[in-house]
């Protein structure tokens, strides 16, 4: 029996670390060319570690040469563009789901559904109406067009923030009103406080999808003013498409504010996932 568990959890391991291999080695593999000079990347090959490991790739980003001058212009667009989505989608989605979660008017619950039940809709049906729309009123090609389809709530997030906010015990709710309370004061002080694990998350799971946002931004602006780092990169495996180590440094550069997230905030998202558990 102890030869069958201790094989057993041998298995097991083995099978994690192929998975892990297969999850992370594509993000090695961009790290190390990124690093790697583009002498040393034509004569030894992709897989070779840099020796010595070189900052000319995330250098040349950064030049004119690099793209109608280089990723400072994405990397601007795509903060200021992540930024005022995710101030609206939070304000807007939490006061949505504390309407839905603790106030009473006609047709709460259907109003709900329907609007969650968008979530089945797939981005690339609605991505013509959109662009027909923002060349109606002539936004194409601007930085509020960028940001006007997303900034008002998430179907998602209004979603899981409902479902935690009715779980706020209504006692303590109670005892505030009884104190002179009004709505946007009980949010304030109260709900948000008692939800704040799975509103990290929610603002971690809004960041990464906009950053990462590559096909509306790529419909919706032509040129480098508005470009976003997703379609800069995309732009440098075309454009250098024989400058592996470029390309890979642009890619390392687009992923690397996700990863320092992840690293900051895992506590909160583990604590957000058990606190969803439970209730």
Do not use: C
């Not at 961009?30 to 250098?59: H, Y």
């Not at 027909?132 to 940001?147: D, I, K």
């Not at 979603?159 to 946007?184: K, Y």
């Not at 800069?232 to 320092?260: E, F, I, K, R």
């Amino acid at each position: 029996m102890l030869a069958r568990r201790l094989l057993a959890h041998l298995a097991t391991y083995l099978v994690l670390a192929a998975a892990a291999v297969l999850t992370l080695g594509p993000f090695l593999f961009s790290v190390m060319t990124a690093f790697t000079s583009t002498r040393q990347f034509a004569q030894q090959g992709p897989l070779s570690f840099p020796a010595p490991a070189v900052l000319e790739n995330f250098l040349g980003l950064f030049t004119p040469s690099a793209g109608s001058g280089g990723f400072v212009t994405p990397v601007v667009v795509t903060v200021q563009m992540v930024a005022v989505i995710l101030v609206g989608q939070m304000v807007f989605s939490v006061l949505a789901a504390y309407a839905f979660a603790q106030l009473r008017f006609p047709g709460r619950d259907l109003l709900f559904w329907v609007y969650v039940a968008t979530l089945m809709v797939p981005q690339v049906v609605v991505v013509v109406p959109l662009y027909l729309m923002m060349s109606e009123v002539g936004l194409r090609n601007t930085f509020w067009a960028l940001v006007l389809p997303f900034v008002l709530g998430s179907p998602y997030a209004i979603f899981l923030l409902r479902e935690n906010f009715r779980g706020v015990p209504s006692e303590l709710m109670d005892a505030m009103r009884i104190d002179g309370a009004g709505t946007l004061r009980l949010l304030w002080h109260l709900v948000v406080p008692l939800n704040r694990p799975i509103i990290v998350t929610l603002v971690l799971i809004t960041v990464v999808t906009h950053w990462n946002n590559f096909m509306w931004p790529m419909v919706i602006t032509s040129g480098p003013e508005w470009r976003v780092i997703t379609v800069a990169t995309s732009a440098l495996q075309s454009q250098y498409n024989n400058n592996w180590t470029l390309v890979m440094a642009g890619t390392t550069l687009a992923m690397l504010p996700l990863v320092l997230l992840m690293i900051v905030f895992q506590k909160q998202i583990t604590s957000s996932v058990g606190d969803t558990t439970l209730r």
